[in-house]
């Protein structure tokens, strides 16, 4: 399972690239369109399209995810926003150990009682800070978005050494990891992922966020940008993925964000 995982993680990164490469080209098309006009920046010629699409991936100080946002300009200064996240969050504790007693023997994090993702959905505004110069840079905004947050808690499940009562053999089973009775001396490693899904609960809650925006394209029509910030979520029953820490209602990350996009009427 951890060979599926690394692929579908390969996999969006290979759509980001594709992305990349298609704005790339995008670029250059216009650019081999418009060789014999003058070159206007994306500030100076001060053309104000409605409408953007943008996404990409981001890396946060818990984990990683993908977004995407659409927004509607309000105006030159400031325009409506909606977004979608999806990001994996792993406690600051947890680390990764093997059975010593088996040369085979697969890693795990010892006490952790569920893996945990959050997906995101919220409305949010866009304000222009700091305007390029005529001869390009970059373009500053704030950004502040709140809305709905629900976490998935899906257990974790490992290979359990269960011994006969004389200790003479042994069996390999999968079992759901219980912290009463499970502990370094029979735990054998990781299950495979998707043992336990239908178990997986669901907190609802709320987010907000703020970042700043840091816009490097050249041309209005095409998005480049990096963003970092701060996010809070907060669900109302509380949060368990270490055995033996306390649960949490509240988590803060700090993030970066790549995205990529474009703007349209």
């Known amino acids: 399972m951890a060979f599926i995982k690394y692929i579908i993680l390969l996999t969006l990164l290979l759509m980001a690239g594709l992305f990349v490469c298609a704005q790339e080209q995008e670029q250059a098309e216009e650019s081999k369109k418009k060789e014999h006009e003058p070159v206007y920046d994306s500030i100076s010629d001060r053309v104000l399209l409605r409408n953007e699409f943008a996404g990409g991936i981001i890396l946060h100080s818990r984990g990683w995810g993908l977004h995407f946002r659409k927004g509607h300009n309000l105006s030159y200064f400031k325009s409506l926003n909606w977004e979608i996240e999806i990001v994996s969050l792993k406690s600051p504790k947890q680390i990764k150990t093997l059975n010593p007693y088996f040369n085979n023997a697969k890693s795990y994090v010892y006490g952790k009682l569920n893996h945990m993702y959050i997906l995101r959905a919220g409305i949010g505004i866009k304000r222009l ?137």
């Open 129 to 265: 800070l700091n305007r390029k110069p005529y001869w390009g840079g970059i373009e500053l905004r704030l950004v502040y978005t709140a809305g709905f947050s629900l976490a998935f808690a899906k257990p974790v499940y490992l290979y359990i050494l269960n011994f006969t009562p004389d200790n003479d053999d042994y069996t390999v089973d999968i079992e759901r990891y219980n912290p009463e009775i499970h502990g370094l001396d029979n735990i054998y490693g990781r299950a495979p992922f998707t043992n336990g899904i239908e178990n997986t609960q669901l907190h609802p809650g709320v987010y907000a966020k703020v970042g700043l925006n840091f816009e490097y394209g050249n041309y209005n029509s095409s998005i480049k940008a990096v963003e970092v910030g701060a996010n809070i979520d907060y669900y109302p029953i509380p949060v368990e993925i270490m055995a033996f820490n306390p649960d949490q209602s509240f988590f803060i990350t700090f993030y970066i964000g790549i995205t990529f996009g474009k703007r349209y009427d």
